[in-house]
């Protein structure tokens, strides 16, 4: 075809500046402009693509909303399991601080008993000379503690590992029902992807873009048709022209494929026209010979547009495939959870029951606890009211001391004027009276003593007065 339009080209030239040469010129411009047709063809593929995607949404759109209404009050009842297990969760580990807090409270208190106890030493008087400095500390068995402690933070290890389980559990469980979430948050096209009015948002686009490519495909046949009617025009004004009849055949010969002018139309000789007919026709070809570029230009935007248009749809249809994907494997990742349901709830009564179980443990030895400082607290108040005993007893022992030391002046006096009359009596009648008449008549008087009576035991021992003063304080203050 090239090598044909150069050969008349150069014909043409060496006539001379011509109306064949114009008109010629304008044919080979109409018949390049009718490859357009190509772009055509594109629409209407664009065209039977979009119907076809439209038929293929709207059936996968169904079975996603199908699968997403089953999948939504599934996850609904998921999510209120999943509460309730987190609730459960809350709750234990609320009680677990508390405990916890009771404990750290309940064991400084006893450990400042215990330091009292080792602070308070033991007053050196009531303990045998040989022995070294005493607190009150070692008279108490501390292992009975010690072993109380262990025993309370075996529970609570206990305890915190089935709340740890527990976690885990309920982790994974939480993972799992999130993942169904995530998979069904498919993410819907941006609104400044698709439409500027923000319609597509709630529904599909494709229909629009359906409509709008059908305008731009009849559109686009109908400047083709323009375009076709042009041509045919140019092929007629060269067969009325002088020498144009050959060239007419020789550009027409091959044309796009698809394009019909009616060939034999062409090669037919040229029927006869009068002259004003013919300066008609030539300004209707001179006027649209103008316009060829610009219609096949409008051509061009129709199918740019279209094939944006086209981008979107497949955006959107492949948004729909993946949506739907999407929602099957939610389906299925949702029976498989079905299947791990019974574990996750039963793991939650475990928790409950292993948590009560030590709970109680650790109260009852927390009462354990409280009891051995209350112990220990009342041997502080017993070694206070000791010292406060031991300064009675003294003071009542000094008492009896000196109520012996005056009895035992009165009978030492009593007994010395009973031997000074015994003599007086003897004086002024033992000349008159035989010994023998009474055996104790020479004797004299019997003497008296006030012994203590006991061990060494019951010796009260010397504490100062201000250790038994303080000791009074400390009892009067814990009593008030």
């Not at 030239?13 to 010129?25: A, C, D, R």
């Not at 000789?269 to 316009?291: F, H, N, T, W, Y």
């Amino acid at each position: 075809m090239a090598s044909s339009t150069e050969s008349l080209r150069s014909q043409v030239s060496n006539q001379g500046s011509t109306p064949l040469e114009t008109l010629v010129s304008h044919l080979l411009a109409s018949k390049r402009s009718l490859s357009s047709i190509n772009f055509v063809y594109r629409a209407n593929e664009l065209v039977t693509a979009t119907r076809s995607s439209l038929e293929t949404s709207v059936i996968t759109s169904a079975r996603t909303e199908f699968l997403r209404s089953g999948i939504d009050s599934q996850v609904q009842i998921l999510t209120r399991v999943r509460k309730n297990t987190e609730d459960v969760a809350r709750e234990g580990a609320a009680e677990f601080k508390a405990v916890i807090r009771d404990l750290d409270t309940a064991e400084k208190r006893l450990r400042e008993t215990l330091n009292l106890l080792r602070e308070t030493m033991v007053e050196a008087s009531l303990r045998p000379e040989e022995e070294g400095k005493r607190s009150l500390l070692d008279f108490v068995d501390e292992t009975g503690v010690a072993g109380l402690m262990a025993r309370i933070k075996a529970s609570i290890d206990t305890a915190s590992g089935a709340h740890d389980e527990f976690s885990e559990t309920n982790m994974a469980f939480d993972e799992d029902v999130q993942s169904v979430k995530n998979l069904l948050a498919t993410k819907k096209p941006k609104q400044e992807d698709i439409s500027a009015d923000g319609v597509w948002e709630t529904r599909s686009p494709i229909p629009e873009i359906l409509h709008d490519m059908e305008e731009h495909a009849k559109d686009m046949a109908d400047n083709l048709e323009s375009l076709v009617r042009h041509f045919d025009l140019c092929v007629t004004a060269i067969k009325h022209t002088e020498g144009g009849g050959d060239a007419a055949q020789r550009i027409a010969g091959e044309l796009p494929e698809g394009v019909d002018i009616g060939q034999d139309g062409a090669n037919a000789p040229a029927v006869p026209i009068g002259e004003d007919e013919r300066r008609e026709m030539m300004e209707v070809l001179e006027k649209d010979a103008s316009q060829v570029e610009d219609v096949v230009i409008e051509i061009k935007e129709h199918i740019v547009e279209m094939e944006a248009q086209h981008d979107l749809m497949t955006a959107y249809t492949d948004q729909l495939v993946d949506e739907h994907a999407n929602t099957t494997s939610a389906f299925k990742l949702l029976e498989d959870i079905g299947l791990r349901l019974p574990g996750y709830i039963a793991q939650s009564h475990v928790f409950v029951m292993r948590w009560d179980d030590e709970k109680a443990k650790i109260e009852e030895r927390m009462d354990e606890l409280e009891e051995l400082r209350v112990f220990y607290d009342g041997f502080l108040r017993a070694y206070d009211n000791l010292l406060i005993e031991i300064g009675r007893r003294k003071a009542l022992e000094t008492r009896m001391e000196k109520v012996a030391q005056d009895a035992m002046a009165r009978i030492h006096q009593l007994y010395e004027d009973d031997v000074e009359e015994r003599e007086s009596f003897k004086k002024a009648q033992g000349d008159f009276l035989p010994v023998d008449i009474w055996p104790g008549l020479m004797a004299g008087p019997l003497q008296y003593e006030i012994l203590p009576v006991g061990s060494g035991a019951g010796k009260v021992p010397d504490v100062s007065k201000s250790v038994i003063l303080q000791a009074i304080r400390r009892v009067d203050g814990k009593e008030s």
